[in-house]
């Protein structure tokens, strides 16, 4: 595993950006999706949950309305 990590490194220092690691290639690096067979995918913030009386407070106390 450390030379997929020392090769995903070396291609973010490439100086010429044609030729560096993009973001969309970055999750098919062998390193970032370890034996999973599934492609990685970005984080989605789950939706708020408004009927949670903690965040309503705290949202209160915040200014909101």
């Known amino acids: 595993m450390f030379m997929e ?3 995903l490194l070396k291609k973010f220092l490439i100086l010429n950006p044609s030729d ?3 973001l ?3 999750p098919k ?3 970032m999706n370890g034996d999973n067979e599934e492609e990685l995918n970005p984080h989605i913030k789950p939706p708020p949950d408004y009927k949670d009386p903690w965040q309503t407070e705290l949202m209160v106390f915040m200014g909101y309305t």
Do not use: S
Request: proline share 8%; net charge negative; hydrophobic share 25%.
């Open 24 to 26: 969309t290639e970055i």
């Open 29 to 31: 690096n062998p390193w």
């Open 5 to 7: 990590c020392e090769n």
């Open 20 to 22: 560096r690691v993009t």
